[in-house]
């Protein structure tokens, strides 16, 4: 038994510093457990919400990204994958303020978003507006996949 432990149960009164070793002990525990569920993906895109809707012959990719403007959006895209990356950088500064602190400087989001099915990416388009970027992708038809028959003989 530790002194602490010894000190006590003397006085029959429960241990302070056994329940906080207990408590910060819980609290490694959980935390561990928290912080492996998260993917890498997620973790990076935490400030990026996405939608990816099926509509027949095209997927339609929704993403938010209020604050940006079009020139500060960069979309990327082949068959399987669409990568959005957006950084704002402020440029216009008082020269005679004197902050205290200053937060609205720069912000960058990047977020990779597997598609369920291959598209024709040269036939992509994309818009944005109020914040909302809205990005259409063409499905590829299954003959063109880049996929063969085979004769059985």
């Not at 006085?11 to 910060?24: K, Y």
């Not at 939608?51 to 990204?65: H, S, W, Y």
């Not at 598209?119 to 038809?141: C, D, F, H, R």
């Amino acid at each position: 038994m530790s002194l602490k432990d010894e000190l006590g149960a003397m006085d029959g009164r429960s241990n302070p510093f056994r329940e906080l070793d207990e408590l910060i002990q819980r609290m490694n525990q959980q935390f561990g457990e928290f912080s492996g569920s998260f993917e890498t993906e997620s973790m990076l895109a935490t400030d990026v919400s996405a939608d990816v809707a099926d509509q027949g012959d095209q997927l339609v990719v929704t993403v938010d990204l209020p604050g940006y403007s079009q020139d500060d959006i960069d979309l990327t895209v082949d068959r399987e994958m669409l990568t959005i990356s957006a950084e704002y950088e402020e440029s216009e500064a008082e020269e005679t303020a004197q902050y205290h602190r200053q937060e609205r400087r720069r912000e960058s989001v990047r977020r990779q978003i597997p598609l369920p099915e291959e598209i024709k990416a040269q036939e992509a388009s994309a818009s944005y507006n109020n914040g909302v970027l809205t990005v259409t992708l063409p499905k590829l038809e299954p003959e063109e996949s880049g996929g063969y028959q085979i004769d059985v003989e």
